[in-house]
């Protein structure tokens, strides 16, 4: 859902666990806040809710990496490394 959010020109925020903070440029197009922590969640929400610049700044970055950096070309081309790494017995690029 992070992805089609950024795609959809929709800032996000997450927690950075996982794979989440590859899809969150930390105030570029969303905000990542520790597990758990309600009060910087509440924060970073706020901060979004009350600044329609920042929204449009960060919806327009949001944007833009989903369809250069996750679009199909590049998931394939990322892909192709992981498989060709694969069997090469080496971690992907």
């Known amino acids: 859902m992070l992805l089609e959010a950024t795609g959809g020109r929709i800032p996000v925020v997450g ?6 903070p ?11 806040v520790p597990v758990r922590d309600v009060d910087a969640l509440e924060e970073r929400l706020r901060q979004l809710l009350s600044g329609p610049a920042l929204r449009e700044r960060m919806g327009r970055r949001g944007y833009e ?10 998931y394939v081309d990322r892909f192709v490394r992981m498989i ?3 069997m090469e017995g080496r971690a992907p690029d």
């Open 22 to 32: 590859m899809l969150i440029g930390e105030g570029e197009n969303g905000f990542l």
């Open 65 to 74: 990496m989903a369809h250069s950096e996750f679009d199909e070309r590049a």
């Open 84 to 86: 060709g790494s694969a």
């Open 15 to 20: 927690s950075d666990v996982g794979g989440i």
